[in-house]
């Protein structure tokens, strides 16, 4: 026998949304919904066999029942945005199931289910219904069941007419009077107020239909019921019409139109791929021919001990496996080549000595896939070998694609896209003490796998970043500063050794002086650096007021401690003497331990693929985080110098770059202006907000003007700028409403930003960087107003990040066209760091600027800021 089974989809959809929690793929879209409505989908296809299956969906708000009862459904909360963005991937997953779906103008769709069930059944089907709404049970019948979902979306009854019986007592078409005479909250339906369910069962069992209570209302039982009833007659006859579902609809759909093949299409496999479903594609136990095309169960790994030009074909998927903190030393583990001739490993010492090999490697026309490519470019670097030819880097694509799971190893960006047999390299070769690298051709397996799966993932991203229109962020921006980096890394810069412990000299003997003070002004010797201690002697001692407890005592947190400040003398002394201390300990101490014995330099390692924004961060040393507010910790900079002599170092600073791109981005006249005008933007804003004449403009409402300028482009709230000042939350907010009808472009972009990252579910960069905000419709409110602070900052920081790296990738190329000998050692926030000689010091002072200030083109002129000498501190 033939079986229809038929889907109540708009139930199911709205139910696995609410049963789940909010779900999202790499792209940062919600799929909790689609996930569901497919789990429940894949469950009812497993158990039902259908030969043929449709989805019946509503076509809009207004159907044929509103012409009765207008207020019919009113009352319903609005589609949360969440749900209804993700409506368009149910229709997309149904269509590449080839699974027919339909609605119909004026009709909802138990009426398209009824009808169809009703044509099934008289044609010799058998027929299944999976919804989880009750009016459905009116249908029941020979060889028509509801499968009832009762919670979740996977928990489901199946009523026949025998069930329906044992339910309610009543045969399954008289749940029709059923809703007539005790009504439906859930659709607005009124019935007989003060009749529910039981009392309505109880009249069906006695009276059979509604029409038939009413010819024999004499005989209902209680004034009060028969009162209501009475009055109600026409509500309960027009809410019973109104429950009525229709089941001789104009339904153009056939039944052969609903034909169902159990076949899964390389269009579904790629929108699981999209969506993240690899569970359940996993599950779907497809033929062989029709895996998915990612998939790559055995892959057979040739070890070579040289290659032969015909393994060595483009395009060719690259891995060159080394240790992540050892690759500033060429520490090079193996390496393992994949392209369509096959795949191969081969152990470093054979690689190295192989001149067929090494030539490749350097070949520029020989096309290549890496991952993260600028780590394995140093370490060939460092054996004296260069990496050219790069036309794809699966690390960076990835990163571009979902920044939120950035540093992602290939393991991980593997299998999501459902490529699963690829090992991290923690569960291959052990962490910490239980790492263990295989001797000889032990990793070929690990590194084949990898290699294979490089080269499968290209074509994969490749399509996400076209989806995004991010393949120029990728080819014009991120793989060519790779090789920028790459230089710099392997470059280094000179570090003096005798000069950082000279500076740990002067420290100790100021930390030791802090030191004597604090006891004195304790009355008693310590432990400073004992949180315990510490807390006893200012809250119990000294009696300063304990703003926070711990459960192991009094907190001495940096937050409490400066919230302590001119309370006593002591407060302050005792941040001094922590600022110091971490001065010494992170940065002098921490400094000589990373200074190459072998090049006297530090050698940064610079994070392309670590923060959301797109701006670099740095490790081993983290230059970034060097405290240039504190005058020790700038002296920290005279420690770098050049390692030429004769040869100066030379700074090139962005002045204010974030507050010219939100003039840029926001495009408010009077900000642009000023920037235009060559003002002092922070003692304009004070202009603005005070409402004085430039030369009314004190030193502190300059100060307030530049916090609110900044906290402006963080999305800063009136609390958080009132922390920063000083001053009351009140008048915070003064200062913020003042600069906003100042400025109100930038008011107009803050407002619009969020609207749209609420729309799309995320936000994007001058050069089209991403930024995914799966919180911003969070019901949660400080989820969701970090996510919409998040919204506002993002473009103008993030397009900062673009604006220097792009100035990196231009200088770099201009360094080689004009054939000068400088080289650009660092990259610190908003500033570049050259080292350069003496003759070439004027040209620089033209070039850096002209290339660093017409990097990108804003509606604001762009100013660099430049100083040299002979070490960095003096560059200033």
């Not at 029409?211 to 009475?230: C, I, M």
């Not at 295989?438 to 080269?455: I, N, R, S, V, W």
Request: aromatic share 8%; with cysteine; hydrophobic share 40%.
């Amino acid at each position: 026998m033939k079986k229809l089974v038929l889907i109540d989809g708009n139930n199911v959809v709205y139910r696995a949304f609410f049963a789940l929690p909010l779900l999202s793929n790499s792209q940062g879209m919600y799929t909790n919904a689609v996930y569901g409505f497919t789990t429940m989908l894949l469950k009812a296809i497993e158990e039902e066999k259908p030969t043929h299956l449709l989805v019946a969906f509503d076509a809009g708000k207004t159907t044929f029942r509103h012409n009765t009862f207008k207020e019919y459904k009113g009352g319903r909360q609005k589609t949360p945005p969440e749900l209804s963005q993700q409506l368009p991937f149910v229709y997309q997953l149904l269509d590449a199931m080839g699974i027919k779906r339909y609605d119909l103008d004026n009709y909802e769709a138990d009426d398209i289910v009824g009808t169809l069930s009703k044509r099934a059944k008289d044609a010799g089907f058998s027929v299944s219904i999976i919804t989880g709404d009750k009016d459905y049970l009116q249908l029941v019948e020979d060889h028509v069941n509801v499968s009832l979902i009762k919670k979740g979306i996977s928990d489901t009854v199946v009523y026949d007419t025998e069930k329906v019986r044992e339910r309610y007592g009543i045969d399954p078409e008289g749940v029709i009077d059923l809703k007539g005479l005790m009504g439906d909250a859930s659709d607005n339906i009124p019935g007989v107020p003060g009749v529910g369910e039981k009392t309505a069962i109880k009249l069906l069992k006695q009276f059979g239909t509604v029409e038939r209570v009413y010819e024999q209302l004499d005989e209902v039982s209680g004034k009060k019921l028969k009162e209501s009833l009475e009055t109600n007659h026409d509500q309960a006859l027009m809410s019973k019409q109104i429950a009525t579902i229709d089941r001789d609809s104009p339904v153009l759909i056939t039944l052969d139109d609903c034909a169902y093949k159990n076949k899964v299409t390389p269009e579904l496999t790629e929108l699981f791929h999209e969506l993240g479903f690899q569970s359940l594609l996993e599950k779907m136990d497809l033929p062989e021919e029709e895996k998915s095309p990612t998939e790559n169960p055995s892959i057979e790994v040739m070890v070579v001990t040289h290659f032969s030009e015909d393994q060595l074909v483009s395009p060719s998927a690259l891995i060159v496996e080394m240790l992540d903190e050892n690759y500033h030393y060429g520490d090079i583990l193996g390496f393992a080549v994949a392209n369509k001739s096959g795949t191969y490993f081969i152990q470093t010492v054979n690689g190295l000595n192989d001149s067929l090999f090494c030539s490749w490697l350097a070949d520029r026309s020989k096309e290549k896939i890496v991952h993260n490519g600028k780590q394995a470019e140093v370490a060939l670097n460092w054996r004296g070998l260069k990496l050219n030819g790069v036309i794809f880097d699966v690390g960076l694509a990835s990163y571009l694609i979902d920044p939120a799971e950035a540093g992602q190893d290939l393991a991980s960006v593997a299998k999501k896209r459902g490529i699963t047999d690829v090992e991290t390299d923690d569960a291959f070769y052990g962490k910490g003490a239980k790492r263990v690298i295989p001797e000889g051709d032990g990793q070929a397996g690990h590194l084949g796998h990898k290699a294979a799966a490089l080269f499968a993932l290209k074509p994969i991203l490749a399509g996400e970043l076209k989806t995004n229109q991010q393949e120029q962020l990728l080819s014009d921006l991120e793989m060519p500063l790779s090789r920028v980096l790459a230089r710099m890394e392997f470059t280094g810069v000179q570090t003096s050794g005798e000069t950082l412990k000279a500076m740990g000299r002067e420290l100790d003997a100021t930390l030791e002086v802090i030191e004597k003070d604090i006891y004195e002004l304790a009355g008693v010797s310590f432990n400073i650096n004992s949180p315990k201690q510490l807390g006893e002697i200012l809250f119990e001692k000294l009696m300063l007021p304990a703003i926070k407890k711990t459960k192991t005592g009094y907190s001495t947190a940096a937050d409490v401690l400066e919230k302590l400040r001119g309370r006593h003398e002591i407060i302050d002394k005792i941040l001094d003497f922590r600022q110091l201390g971490k001065l010494k300990s992170t940065y002098v101490e921490g400094l000589l331990k990373v200074i190459n014995p072998k090049t006297g330099k530090v050698h940064t390692c610079y994070n392309q693929t670590l923060t959301q924004t797109g701006r670099l961060s740095s490790t081993d040393p983290n230059l970034q985080n060097i405290p240039i507010r504190l005058e020790e910790g700038r002296k920290i900079r005279k420690a770098f110098l050049p390692s030429e002599p004769g040869w100066q170092i030379f700074s090139a600073d962005y002045s204010q770059i974030e507050l010219r791109v939100l003039a840029h981005i926001a495009d408010d006249a009077h900000l642009k202006q000023a920037f235009i005008d060559g003002l002092d933007i922070h003692t304009k804003t004070a202009m603005d907000v005070f409402g004085v004449e430039k030369n009314g403009v004190t030193a502190l409402m300059r100060r307030h003007a530049k916090a609110v300028n900044f906290g402006i482009i963080y999305g800063i709230s009136d609390y958080g700028l009132s922390q920063n000042l000083g001053i009351t939350r009140k008048e915070a907010g003064r200062f913020i409403e003042k600069y906003l009808e100042s400025y109100p472009g930038v008011r107009h972009y803050m407002e619009d930003i969020v609207k749209k990252a609420k729309k799309s579910g995320f936000v994007t960069t001058l050069l089209n960087r991403r930024r995914y905000l799966p919180e911003i419709t969070s019901r949660n409110f400080n989820l969701r107003s970090f996510a919409e602070r998040t919204a506002m900052n993002t473009p103008i920081q993030g397009s900062a990040a673009d604006v220097i790296k792009k100035a990196m990738v231009i200088m770099d190329r201009r360094l080689a066209e004009e054939h000068l000998k400088s080289r650009m050692l660092l990259q610190v926030h908003d500033e570049l760091i050259f080292e350069v000689p003496e003759e070439e010091i004027e040209r620089m002072k033209v070039v850096v600027p002209e290339v660093m200030e017409h990097a990108i083109t804003l509606k604001v002129p762009l100013k660099v800021e430049c100083a040299y000498g002979p070490t960095w501190y003096d560059a200033k």
